[in-house]
């Protein structure tokens, strides 16, 4: 059987990206994605060799698509002015918006980003080249919640990073999770403005408060 090609691959990987986002990781099987994207079971096997591979790979251009389009948003709000206290909490709330934006043009990877737990959808048997590629990816996430930290306060620390993860991961999926979750109108915004403008009040409420400060341990000494 010849392997398919890259827009057949790229048909199934948005089939299998609808049906996690409509039956969660678990309904997920080469049954049940083969009925949906019409094609029989050995293509999927020979595309991706398990499902497991297969689920990876909805992960990863997922993850990979939405990072991308985080950034843009961040550079958009920057607009060069990266010295500029105000345009880093407008980089801050575009960073926390962007699954609201992600949501208009990919509803059902917005969903699985937001309400599919990323390990149980992943699984412990994940390819090692996949597996090396979302450690990867997990770093590139870091590397944006830190330049932001070092945008608002020229910190990197872990206390710094954790009040940017408030603002741009907890927040938007407290506020955004359920409006994902409801049934879906074709052309219609799944997360109301309503939604986006409290997201982006609470983000700056939040920021109005500066991490604590650093602890600076001391350097352990010869005798230490």
């Not at 678990?26 to 049940?32: I, K, P, S």
């Not at 297969?54 to 389009?69: E, H, I, N, Q």
Request: proline share 8%.
């Amino acid at each position: 059987m010849p392997r398919p090609r890259v827009h057949d691959l790229d048909r199934l990987l948005d089939t299998a990206e609808q049906l996690v986002a409509r039956v969660g990781a678990e309904g997920v099987t080469v049954r049940t994605l083969a009925a949906a994207a019409n094609v029989p079971n050995g293509t999927i096997y020979h595309a991706f060799d398990s499902i497991g591979a297969l689920l990876g790979r909805v992960w990863l251009r997922m993850a990979s698509d939405f990072l991308v389009l985080q950034t843009a948003l961040i550079d958009q709000a920057l607009d060069g002015r990266e010295t500029d206290p105000a345009a880093a909490v407008d980089a801050v709330v575009a960073a926390a918006d962007a699954p609201a934006v992600f949501a208009e043009r990919r509803p059902a990877a917005a969903k699985m980003m937001l309400t599919v737990n990323k390990d149980r959808l992943l699984g412990p048997h994940l390819p090692t080249e996949l597996a090396d590629t979302l450690i990867t990816l997990d770093k590139q996430l870091v590397a944006q919640l830190v330049r932001l930290t070092r945008l608002m306060w020229d910190r990197r620390d872990g206390a710094a990073v954790e009040v940017l993860t408030t603002c741009v991961v907890d927040l938007p999926t407290a506020l955004f999770k359920r409006a994902v979750s409801a049934p879906s109108i074709e052309g219609v915004s799944p997360i109301s403005a309503d939604s986006r403008e409290r997201l982006a009040a609470a983000v700056r409420a939040v920021l109005t408060i500066p991490p604590p400060p650093r602890v600076h341990r001391p350097k352990p000494t010869a005798k230490d």
